[in-house]
């Protein structure tokens, strides 16, 4: 857990707050009446106005269609249509710069995050957190996959200038003032976890269930997960590049080692020494050494790069029960 003392705004009554869940999908038709039937059931708890955004992410198996009819008979469902796949975190994106509430649940669409969590994030809210984030436990995916998760946010947490909890995902709900910083802010490459721990504010988290899938299909690649987290790596650490200068230390005293050893053979000994192993071992490893740093150092030159360039994250190619002109709405 988080938590970083901030002045505390006082919240309106339950009754007039506006909740907005965000759903970001890809290709979930399927599943879409069942969460829709789930979030609304778990938004009608908490007794407050809600709205439903979904953010489709070019979906091509009608799941958008189907959001549009739904949409058409329920005034609470609103929909982005992206123009293409533009992948999770530019759809997340796309939802905090749309949602409407005083407060914003973020939540994946495959039944993964459970909406039966929500009351619980909006108590905590009433409290006067501004930011309620799911710690995932029970996880459901197959071994290797927990243990690269497992790996992964210990790694970063190491290595990251901003502390992060620990197997937390997109998964909870920020307040409005959270949502718009996360949402100015800058950057072009995004980790939301990392970036909703960098903003700050009164933060907490909560054990949720990690649901089953409801296909075994995941939408967002191991490619998909790779570059998330070699994003969260890059935007949140400048360890990978730092760490060459440890790494040009250490070599530094392997050399030393090996020439004081190869002169005092040469000038005192006089042994003739057979080292032609030995230096093609070591000029093989000091070249990969430095594929290795140039390699990083690319990894950061792309994203300097992203950032000048500064394409948008996404287009939008059609919108139901979301007015035009409404980015970032204000009460
Ligand atoms: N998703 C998306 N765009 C993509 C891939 C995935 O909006 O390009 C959505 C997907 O529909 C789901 C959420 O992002 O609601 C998480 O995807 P997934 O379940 O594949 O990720 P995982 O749970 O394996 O991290
Ligand atoms: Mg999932």
Redesign the pocket.
Known sequence: MIGFESTTVPRKPLQQALISVVL???N?AVVLRTLHKRVQEALEQCGCRYEILFVD?GSTDGGGEFLDQLAARTPAVRVIHFSR?F??QA?VQAGLEHAAGDAVVIM???L?DLPEAIPDFVRLWTEGYDVVYAVRHGRKENGLKRMAFYGFYRMLNAVARTPMPMDAGNFGLLDRRVVQEIAALPDRDRYFPGLRSWVGFRQTGIAVERGK?HDDR???TLTGLFRLAKTALFAFSSFPLTMFYGIALVSMLVCGGVTGFTLYHKLVTGLAIPGWASMTMLASFFGALNALGIGILGEYAIRIYDQVRARPQYIISRRTNVPVGDSRRQQ
């Open positions: 970001p999908l890809y979930e992410d796949n992948g999770h759809a994946d669409s495959d993964q899938r995941p939408r967002v």
